[in-house]
Every structure is written in C-alpha cells, then in structure tokens.
C-alpha cells in the first residue's frame, strides 16, 4: 500500500511540475522549463531508495511513467498544451524516455544506496546545470562538423566540477572507502561523465550517464589505489595515442573524446586485454596506408568512432552481466572490430586508393585477419575450427561491404552509410555468436 501511495505520489508531481512548467513558460525558456522538469524529477528518484520497498514498483511505475510520455507525444491537445513545457525545444530527444529508463535500471541493478544514488545525482545536477550553463555563458564551440551537437567548453567544465561534487559526498558520507581513494573515484567519474555529455546527442546522455557511472562504481569502488592510480595512468596514455592519430588522419576534435570514452569504457569494464581489438582498429583504420589528400579532406564526426565501436561495447557490457559467457563474448567484441577493420580497408581502397574490387576486398581480409584475428586467436585458444568460422564471418560480410559501397556515396558519410555499417556488423556477429555458443566445447580458455 505504501508502494502504491509512493507511486500515485510521484506521478502526481510529474503531472503538477509540467503544469507549473507550463504556466511558467512566458519567462522560461524551452530549455529552462525542461531543466526544471528534469531536476525536479530526478530529486523525486532520489528518495526512490527510502519510499520504495519492492523493486518492482518502480518497474511498474516506469512503464505507466513511459506510456504517458508517449500518449504526450502523440496526443496533439496534450503536445501543444502542458506537453510543450518538456518537448517545445527545438531539437529532437527522446531525454524523457530515456530518463525513466535509466532511472528504473539503475534501481533495479543496485546493491548498496550509494550505486543508486550518485549515477542518479549526476543525471539530475550534472546535466541540468551544464545544458543551462551552456547556453547561456557557452562562447567556445567544440564541434566541427554538422553531423555534430553544439557543445561548449564552458559547459562541460562545469558538468565536471557537478559530476565530481555529485560523486564526492555520498562516497564520502555512505561508504568506508578511503579519501584518497573517494578523490580519485570522483575525478575519474566527474571525467567519464563529462566526455558522455560531451558526444551525446538525441538525449541518450540520460541514458548513459546513470549506466556507465554505475558500471564504473559497481567495478571500481574496491579497487585499491594504486590501481586506480594505474587506471588514471592508462588513460594519459590513450590520450597520446588518440593525439596523434588526430594529427594523422580526418576525425574531428569529439572524436578524440569519443575516442577516449570507448577506451575508458572497455578498459573499466573488461580491462587491458579487451582494449586491444579497438587500439589496433583505431591506429589502423587511417595510418596502413597513411591518409592523404583527398581522403584526408574528408573531416569524419564522432559519429564514425561510434559506428566502428558500438557493437563490440555491447557485447563487453554483455559480459559484465554474464561473467560464464565472458571467454564467448570476447571472440565475438574482437570479431566486431575485425569485420569493421576489413570493411573500412576495402572502403579506403575502392573510394580513395584507386584500387579493384578484387584487391580491396583481399587488402581488408587480409588486414583484419593478420591485425586482429591472429591476436583473437592467440588470446583466447581458439581451436583452428573456431578460429577458420572467426575468419569466415569476416570474409561472408565482405559482399553486404561491396554492396553497400556500391548503393552509398562513401565520400560523403551520412547517417545511412553509418546504420548500414553497424546493422551489417551486428548483425554477422550475433550470428557468431549463436553459433559458437549452440556448437560450443570449440576450445576457449577463460580470457580475463
């Protein structure tokens, strides 16, 4: 009963915040009214830890929370009335939906108040505080193509400081760990979750932050100093890395972000080893053969880095749930970045190295598979069978890569060249998946 009153609460305060929103709409912007919206809410899932017993309740209130927001949506009377108070911004976003999701996951997922707490905390302060900041005092730009979001330094400055100050004092105050590891917790959380807002777009970052903020806890809170100090350490490395492959090849400033964020993602959640796959396709994808002329003109947006990576951090944040699988998945994340190695090889040398079809799509095999697959296979103890269907998904994707080549101009990327790269990868690595785990007892050993 106390459930079901806490529940009829919270929707009642989601109901009476988008009508003072509304009310309040002649001296608020778009965007103020949806801030307000957005804090006032995430305060309210806040005390879901204390008001809540069964967990299933928030489940539930989620689903008639998201029901409505979609009713809101497309009920016109509804959309132009108190609905323009949280959807009368310009831009598209599903921040809403988004937001009830990552606030039921998170609730559902955590152990300890704190794992609930803090990834909810920087979703609510963090990113309402950043967004006001920068639109009203953000003057340095970062984005450098059109495919990219407007954000500004100023910003994301201040999303660091609030995500840092959101993560020091529940640490501090609910947990035994120890001050300097609570400061290097914060900085490397305040870190992470700046660069999520930073490449966000569409509103995901209400997805993402609450969930990569809670992975990052829930694997590094009993770590010991020295290796979050060795973890801080592997990122300035990165960082140099990424540096220069900036230098040399046409990705844009967010990428290098981008960049850094799928590498602070896969070495947090699966570690030093995992990291290889994506290291080798990113130093790779643009130096052998170097880019040059043409080609290097081609300025490509993060959104290339998320095409390439997208699939392979699915199946790592697979494995974090499914530690048994952990040795299957790896072969699958590495044949993720193995068939987009072979496909951004053949792509290169068809549009911009003047070469045959035949040569391209042999350049790319062979690339992926000396590059990645060799290591994959060395890694893992992947028997010469497992080994020989690793290959043949990457050579059985090569006709979709001819094909789509063929059907998009690959010297002007755009949103369909990027889906049609991620659904061809995929979808040949879910099949791999299946497979391998129907046939299994090919040979894995355990991969850390």
């Known amino acids: 009963m106390i459930d079901f009153l806490a529940a009829v609460g919270v929707l009642i305060l989601l109901g009476g915040i988008m009508a003072i929103a509304k009310l309040l709409s002649k001296r608020l912007t778009p965007e103020g009214s949806r801030k307000t919206i957005h804090i006032t809410m995430g305060c309210a899932a806040l005390t879901f830890p204390f008001i809540f017993d069964n967990r299933m309740s928030v489940v539930y209130l989620g689903i008639i929370a998201i029901a409505a927001l979609l009713f809101l949506r497309v009920h016109k009377g509804l959309r132009e009335g108190v609905g323009t108070a949280l959807l009368g911004i310009q831009r598209k976003s599903l921040g809403d939906i988004y937001f009830v999701i990552s606030i039921v996951i998170v609730y ?12 909810i905390a920087v979703l609510t302060f963090a990113d309402s505080i950043a967004a006001l900041i ?16 407007l954000k500004s330094k100023e910003g994301s400055v201040m999303f660091f400081i609030v995500a840092f100050i959101c993560t020091l004092v529940p640490l501090q105050l609910m947990t035994e760990i120890g001050r300097a590891e609570v400061l290097v917790l914060s900085f490397l959380i305040g870190f992470l979750a700046a660069i999520i807002e930073v490449v966000s777009r569409h509103g995901n970052d209400n997805l993402l932050l609450p969930l990569l903020t809670y992975s990052f806890l829930r694997e590094n809170t009993e770590q010991s100093l020295e290796t ?3 973890n801080f350490g592997s990122m300035l490395f990165f960082v140099a890395i990424i540096f220069i492959v900036y230098k040399l090849t046409n990705i844009t400033k967010l990428s290098i972000l981008y960049s850094l964020l799928v590498a602070y993602v896969v070495m947090i959640l699966g570690g030093l080893l995992w990291i290889i796959p994506p290291l080798i396709l990113f130093i790779t994808f643009g130096t052998l053969p170097m880019m040059k002329g043409e080609e290097k003109q081609m300025i490509q947006s993060y959104k290339a880095i998320e095409c390439n990576a997208i699939v392979g951090v699915i199946f790592l944040y697979v494995s974090v749930f499914f530690p048994e699988y952990r040795d299957l998945l790896y072969v699958s994340f590495s044949l993720s970045f193995a068939i987009h190695l072979a496909i951004n090889s053949y792509s290169r040398m068809i549009n911009f190295g003047g070469k045959s079809v035949a040569f391209s799509v042999a350049f790319g095999l062979v690339k992926s598979a000396i590059l990645i697959a060799l290591p994959a296979f060395a890694i893992t103890g992947l028997n010469l069978i497992s080994f020989a269907l690793f290959l043949l998904f990457i050579a059985v994707s090569m006709p979709f890569a001819v094909a789509l080549n063929r059907k998009f101009d690959y010297k002007i990327v755009t949103d369909s ?32």
């Open 108 to 119: 559902v997922m955590h152990k300890s108040v704190f794992e609930y707490i803090i990834p």
């Open 134 to 149: 920068g639109t009203s005092y953000g003057r340095s730009n970062m984005a450098q193509h059109d495919q990219e979001a």
């Open 228 to 230: 979050l100090f060795i």
């Open 417 to 448: 060249t990027i889906n049609s790269n991620k659904s061809l990868v995929g979808a040949a690595t879910a099949v791999f998946t299946v497979i391998i785990g129907l046939i299994g007892g090919l040979g894995f050993y355990a991969v850390p």
